[in-house]
């Protein structure tokens, strides 16, 4: 046996012998040599994968049961022959001295290197085929004898025998509990999935597919003229500015010149229009106001009849009304006059008295506070004074002050007597205050010309009898004015109907001067901006620019093409030539159609998000442009609106007509949020928890605060950083 093996059994020697044999059989049974482990596969420690969980092997317990403890018995007895062998060599060469009972428990054990006789021996009996003698292979009781001989002497307390005892049934019953534990654990398999902290929007929302359209951009040109050059393909993209094709720029200049020239002539039929006018308008005014004089007249006449007679009437109306006004308020006042004088004058009594009051508080205040200023400055002085003479003056004064205090104070301090000073003089305030109020409604309700009881019984009376004459004064205004009436009606009418077809006749000359010159108003300004097109279109190269950024979409003329611009005199439209045809990405938009269940939660301006197959990294803002009130499958089963959602902002992306686009019509959304998968979310009795990988590859639970969600993320508000990894539980794989 090697040094190990020796170190192993060294402490043998000193149990009993029977403990010995008990002990050899535990040892190769529960922790076999490395030979054993080696021939049978066994390991000294279980392997563990990542997961923390024992790898599973399936054919372990069948090879231990089949294979492991037979031949483990046969190793215990050939061992046993050859540890006799060791014993008996041990004791000729005196290791048996070395490895005392002292030295062990000092833990500083070591073995004495054998004599090279003893050596070659033991190698013999430890070669491979070698024979093991009688002696080696004798029984357990030869052993038992061998050991007991002599050496009772040398055996440990009984109590080091029952520690090791329980050493041994501990370490027996826990490798048990391992192999039960392991095999439970092995027969489950826990996966988990990986979920990362992003940061980014949670919207929720309608989304619905469709395609994007763009805005189109007809050029054409007013002149008939000759491509020279053409700079761009269908389907080349453009930017605002660039060139398009080059005209000929002669053969423009010669059309410039015959619109300059029709231009002129505009001018000179709108002058004459505009002279015309003048003209014919002051003669149809002039018949007109002929024919409406007499009737002015008459019409004047019964305004001022009627005017007259209507004065008169209101006069009456209103001198009655006022009468009757006065009358109704003197009585009132006659009524209220003592009530009104008696709680004037108590508001006035009780100001008064807030008065006294504040006043009295005020100058006790002032008095007691005097006094314990000049009571702090006498105790100072008695602090700081060691002459007794003086000492007796001063607490003599302070005894004066004491009093005075007492007498000014009532039993309270400055501060009392202040509080008490200032909400007496608060009170004293609002008090007056009331009665100012008061006195001022008092004045204003009863005239002081008509201030007592009596003035008020006279004025009574003088009313009464103005009443009377305003009464009868009304009646005769009345039927003066119902007569008068009547009869500068009738003038007035005969008089108006004389002057009636002046003014018709009147107001059609006026819309046909009109007519006239609004048409050649109309034909200048066409011919003017037919002009400032060209000058705008064309630079002075003869190029034509494009003037918004797209791509081209159409070109209709070629190289060396000539085209000509007709007029339609029978339409008066001028019929000009298209040269090509762009989109507008600048502004792109978005035809959808969204059903009736969800049209009314769609508003003009509602905030959408859009993203494209064709820029699968981006996501557009929009917005509702437009919604369609007919619906657009009009009959059908389903019943849908046509919604125009449009880009914010000015795009600069190359887009093609009709690429798809998926839109959402936000409902709500957060910007710029931590958000995970709900999935990772663990909830426990409202605490929201998530299993986080740290970095030296363990879980640790982190308790998170959540927001928003749109059913499948939600917002983390605080807990987790941006890129955390967390681990959800994803299943139980069974074996």
Excluded at 378 to 383: D, F, G, P, V, Y
Aim: proline share 3%; with cysteine; net charge negative.
């Amino acid at each position: 046996m090697g040094p190990a093996s020796f170190r192993c059994f060294s402490f043998l020697p000193l149990l009993e012998p029977k403990s010995v044999i008990y002990y050899m059989n535990w040892k190769l049974l529960f922790c076999p040599p490395p030979p054993v482990r080696k021939l049978f596969g066994l390991r000294r420690g279980m392997p563990r994968r990542k997961s923390g969980r024992v790898p599973k092997n399936p054919h372990r317990d069948a090879r231990i049961s089949r294979f492991i403890f037979p031949q483990l018995t046969h190793l215990s007895h050939r061992i046993k022959g050859e540890f006799l062998l060791f014993l008996l060599r041990a004791r000729e060469e005196s290791i048996w001295e070395e490895y005392s009972m002292s030295k062990l428990f000092r833990g500083s054990l070591s073995a004495k290197e054998p004599s090279p006789s003893a050596a070659d021996e033991r190698e013999h009996a430890f070669a491979p085929g070698a024979e093991i003698s009688e002696s080696a292979a004798g029984s357990d009781e030869e052993l038992l004898a061998l050991l007991s001989d002599g050496r009772r002497h040398r055996l440990p307390p009984r109590w080091i025998l029952i520690a090791l005892t329980a050493v041994i049934i501990a370490a027996a019953g826990g490798l048990l509990w391992w192999s039960r534990h392991q095999a439970r654990t092995a027969d489950n398999e826990v996966t988990y999935r990986q979920y990362t902290v992003q940061r980014g929007d949670i919207t929720v929302g309608t989304s619905e597919s469709s395609s994007i359209s763009l805005d189109r951009e007809t050029i054409t040109f007013p002149v008939s003229t000759t491509v020279e050059k053409v700079f761009v393909k269908a389907g080349s993209s453009v930017q605002e500015g660039d060139p398009l094709m080059q005209l000929n720029l002669s053969e423009i200049q010669a059309g410039l010149v015959s619109y300059q020239l029709q231009l002129e002539l505009a001018s000179l039929e709108l002058e004459q229009a505009r002279l015309d006018q003048q003209s014919r308008l002051l003669a149809a005014e002039q018949t007109y106001q002929s024919a409406l004089l007499e009737g002015s007249l008459a019409e004047t006449a019964e305004s001022v009849t009627v005017t007259q007679l209507e004065r008169e009437l209101s006069d009456a109306q209103d001198k009655l009304t006022d009468a009757l006004e006065d009358l109704d308020t003197y009585r009132h006042y006659e009524d209220d006059y003592d009530d009104d004088y008696s709680r004037l004058t108590t508001l006035s009594n009780r100001a008064e008295s807030y008065k006294s009051l504040y006043q009295d508080y005020k100058t006790r205040y002032d008095k007691v506070a005097a006094l314990e200023i000049d009571l702090e400055v006498q105790q100072e002085l008695l602090a700081n004074t060691v002459d007794e003479d003086e000492q007796e003056t001063i607490s003599e004064r302070i005894e004066e002050i004491l009093g005075e205090i007492a007498i000014y104070g009532n039993g309270d301090d400055s501060d009392t007597l202040y509080k008490l000073y200032q909400q007496t003089y608060d009170k004293y305030i609002d008090a007056q205050s009331r009665y100012q109020d008061y006195l001022a409604d008092f004045n204003g309700t009863y005239d002081i010309e008509y201030g007592d009881s009596d003035a008020l019984e006279d004025r009574i009376e003088s009313l009464r009898d103005q009443v009377e004459s305003y009464a009868i004064a009304l009646d005769q205004a009345e039927l003066s004015q119902q007569t008068g009436a009547l009869d500068a009606e009738q003038q007035r009418a005969m008089t108006q109907a004389l002057a009636a077809s002046a003014e018709a006749q009147y107001n059609l000359t006026v819309l046909q001067l009109s007519q006239s010159v609004d048409a050649a108003q109309e034909t200048y300004d066409q011919t003017l901006r037919q002009i400032n097109e060209i000058q705008e279109s064309i630079s002075d190269d003869g190029i034509v620019y494009a003037p918004c950024t797209g791509m081209i979409v159409s070109i209709n003329v070629e190289e060396g093409d000539s085209f000509d611009v007709t007029y339609d005199e029978d339409t008066d439209t001028l019929h000009e030539q298209t040269l090509l045809m762009l989109t507008d990405i600048s502004s792109v938009y978005v035809p959808i159609t969204v059903s009736e269940e969800d049209i009314l939660n769609v508003s003009i301006g509602q905030e959408a998000s859009v993203t494209m197959n064709a820029f699968a990294d981006r996501t557009f803002d929009a917005e509702v442009d437009t919604i369609s009130v007919e619906a657009s499958r009009s009959g059908a089963a389903t019943v849908s609106y046509t919604v125009n959602v449009r880009y914010k902002g000015t795009n600069t992306l190359d887009m093609y007509d009709g690429m798809s686009a998926e839109i959402t019509l936000i409902q709500r959304q957060v910007r710029d949020v931590l958000y995970v998968n709900n999935q990772a979310i663990t909830n426990t009795d409202g605490v929201a928890t998530v299993q986080r990988l740290a970095q030296d590859g363990s879980q640790e639970t982190v308790e998170v605060e959540t927001g928003f969600s749109d059913g499948q993320y939600v917002e983390i508000v605080s807990g987790l950083r941006e890129g955390d990894i967390l681990l959800a539980q994803s299943g139980v794989s069974r074996a």
